[in-house]
């Protein structure tokens, strides 16, 4: 079994920051790539960032310059640092991954239960 899951959440005022975090844990043989979704209320789910295991990182153009994406191999743990938070960044988010599990040797996608951040302005 693996298992993600996400803390660092909450509300905070326009132009405040947070910082996410999600654990992967489980019968792990290696992660490929790791990203934080996001989803508003009446609206698609879309990709906010995202990390491979070698460090090449992609963001939305929304998120650009704000937010940071990184990833701590070691622990199989991603981070997402949210800085100069506006409203519109209100959403849940969710971690996301690709992994490879010892047995099968085969890589799957997994998602985290979500995590709410309400930007209040």
């Known amino acids: 079994q693996v298992q993600l899951v996400e803390s660092g959440g909450g509300q905070v005022q326009a132009g405040g920051s947070l910082k996410l975090s999600c654990a992967a844990s489980?019968?792990?043989?290696?992660?490929?790539?790791m990203g934080w979704y996001r989803q508003a209320p009446g609206k698609r789910r879309e990709l906010v960032a995202s990390?491979?295991?070698?460090?090449?990182?992609n963001y939305a153009d929304s998120v650009k310059g704000r937010f940071t994406i990184s990833i701590d191999n070691t622990k199989n743990t991603v981070y997402l640092q949210m800085n100069s938070l506006k409203p519109e960044d209100t959403a849940v988010y969710y971690c996301?991954?690709?992994?490879?599990?010892?047995?099968?040797?085969?890589?799957?996608?997994?998602w985290g239960q979500g995590t709410q951040v309400t930007v209040s302005s």
């Open positions: 996301n991954a690709d992994i490879v599990r010892t047995l099968p040797r085969l890589q799957y996608n997994y």
């Open positions: 489980g019968t792990i043989f290696s992660i490929n790539r």
């Open positions: 990390i491979t295991s070698g460090g090449s990182t």
